[in-house]
């Protein structure tokens, strides 16, 4: 390419770096919610935020599951985002979809009684958390 192993190495490695980040941006756009989902999933964002950091912290969860959510909780956190906000649709929607994303593996590996559990918010709000992560039916506490 260049004649410099340097430059290919640089030049080599922000190519990839784009097609990574091209793929995430199309990975981002299959599992975001449809229609009225996206909407809800940005209403509930607080009590989401609220639940990530209670399952975070529960030690009875696997540590995978705790790893995943202490990533996310550190991906909130950092102030740049992986998807800017010009992008239509995505760029101010990127951290629901990743949360959802994340939450329904969570679901899926811990169980829908620890998230119901520790959910801080209303029964409407879980059933819409419910929707969100693909669950069919929301159990309710007795």
Do not use: C, N
């Amino acid at each position: 390419m260049t004649g410099s192993w340097g430059w290919d190495l640089l030049i080599g490695v922000a190519a990839a770096l784009l097609v990574a980040w091209v793929a995430l941006i199309g990975v981002l756009a299959v599992v975001r919610p449809r229609g009225g989902l996206l909407r809800e999933a940005l209403r509930l964002l607080p009590d989401v935020l609220r639940l990530v950091r209670r399952l975070a912290a529960d030690p009875e969860l696997p540590r995978g599951v705790r790893v995943r959510l202490a990533l996310l909780l550190a991906y909130l956190a950092f102030p740049i985002d992986l998807v800017p906000d010009f992008i239509p649709v995505l760029g101010y929607a990127d951290d629901a979809v990743v949360v959802i994303a994340v939450l329904r593996s969570v679901v899926r590996r811990a169980g829908v009684q620890a998230v119901r559990r520790h959910w801080p918010g209303s029964d409407d709000g879980f059933a819409a958390l419910a929707r969100l992560t693909g669950l069919d039916k929301p159990t309710t506490t007795t």
